[in-house]
Nanobody, 123 residues
């Protein structure tokens, strides 16, 4: 059984950039789509971006379009979230999740979750 491990979070000023990584271990995630979610205190966990197994199809929430880019590494076992022009509203714990399914708007249940990484954007 595999796991997803996030890294790359931290503290950055408004307008700065961070790159998050989601490393998948084990055969469980072969063929899986990967998504990034975020959750702020007192708010629901929201889907931010997602990518299918091949990397040919992606999804972005309106709030991050043009600022965030999701991509896969060459071995497909790592998924990155490049976050540019960060705003205080992007402050949250960011989680990656996996699913054997895919849809152009991937609002379905994601079955595997990492432990999260904190992103804090100061004003």
């Amino acid at each position: 059984q595999g796991q997803l491990v996030e890294s790359g979070g931290g503290l950055v000023q408004t307008g700065g950039s961070l790159r998050l990584s989601c490393a998948a271990s084990g055969p469980t995630f072969n063929g899986y789509a990967i998504a990034w979610f975020r959750q702020s205190p007192g708010k629901e966990r929201d889907l931010v971006a997602a990518i299918n197994w091949s990397g040919a199809s992606t999804y972005y929430a309106d709030s991050v379009k043009g600022r965030f880019t999701i991509s896969r590494g060459n071995a497909k076992t790592t998924v990155y979230l490049q976050m540019n022009n960060l705003e205080p509203g992007d402050t949250a714990v960011y989680y990656c999740a996996g699913s054997p399914f895919w849809a152009s708007i991937p609002n379905f249940d994601w079955t595997s979750w990492g432990q999260g990484t904190q992103v804090t954007v100061s004003s």
